[in-house]
């Protein structure tokens, strides 16, 4: 049972370029997220999917976009990565709101 | 101020030992919350829920002070592989947008 697969597990983009980060669940969960989490930060959400259908800006959603692909898929666009989007962003699922989380091993971006 | 907060640490501990620490919130509203465990470079994961009266879940105790809002995780006879950072969850019912403390590091030494 792979549970939430997340892909690439690394990137270097260059100021300006585009990337999708994927990320799949395998859990027929309804709920699914994208966090990014900084040195001395907690995790902060960017957009969440409540259901399938359905996507909602997080605390910071300013130079992303998502696609709820279908129920399994959630996607997160960077348009124009910035260096201040240098992170590690964790995708994550859940059956339904406050249930505990599932997230995948993360992708490690590096805007240069 | 934050929504969630929690010591850093790190907290340097023998094996065997027992240590504690706490997280605060700030929403009153609150009524979800969790500790998850992160090791170094890994995704976080669940460690336990924590209830009104508190619980227990072999070695580690959760408990949630709601007039002072704030819970606390307490890890006893501490274990080499007990070396990590534990996250504070917090959310108000039914609410997507949970609040995630940035951690407190504890590591247990030989």
């Known amino acids: 049972n792979a549970g939430v697969t997340q892909t690439p597990k690394f990137q270097v983009l260059k100021t300006g370029q585009s990337m999708t980060l994927q990320c799949a669940q395998d859990m027929n969960h309804n709920s699914m997220y994208w966090y990014r989490q900084d040195p001395g930060m907690g995790l902060r959400l960017i957009y969440y999917s409540a259901s399938e259908g359905t996507t909602d800006k997080g605390e910071v959603p300013n130079g992303y976009n998502v696609s709820r692909l279908n129920k399994r898929e959630f996607s997160l666009r960077l348009e124009s990565a910035a260096p201040s989007q240098t992170s590690v962003y964790f995708c994550?699922?859940?059956?339904?709101?406050?249930?505990?989380?599932?997230f995948g091993n993360g992708t490690r971006l590096t805007v240069t | 101020r934050k929504e969630v907060e929690q010591d850093p640490g790190p907290f340097n501990v023998p094996e065997g030992a027992t240590v504690a620490f706490n997280c605060t919130y700030s929403?009153?509203?609150?009524?979800?919350f969790f500790w998850y465990r992160q090791d170094c470079r890994k995704e976080p994961k669940l460690l336990m829920s924590?209830?009104?009266s508190g619980n227990e879940d072999g070695r580690f105790t959760a408990q949630l002070n709601r007039a002072s809002q704030y819970i606390s995780l307490l890890i006893r006879d501490s274990k080499l592989s007990d070396s990590a950072t534990y996250l504070c969850v917090v959310t108000p019912s039914n609410d997507y947008k949970l609040s995630f403390g940035a951690g407190t590091t504890v590591t247990v030494r030989a």
């Open positions: 924590v209830y009104s």
């Open positions: 994550a699922s859940s059956e339904r709101a406050t249930i505990p989380l599932h």
């Open positions: 929403n009153s509203a609150s009524q979800s």
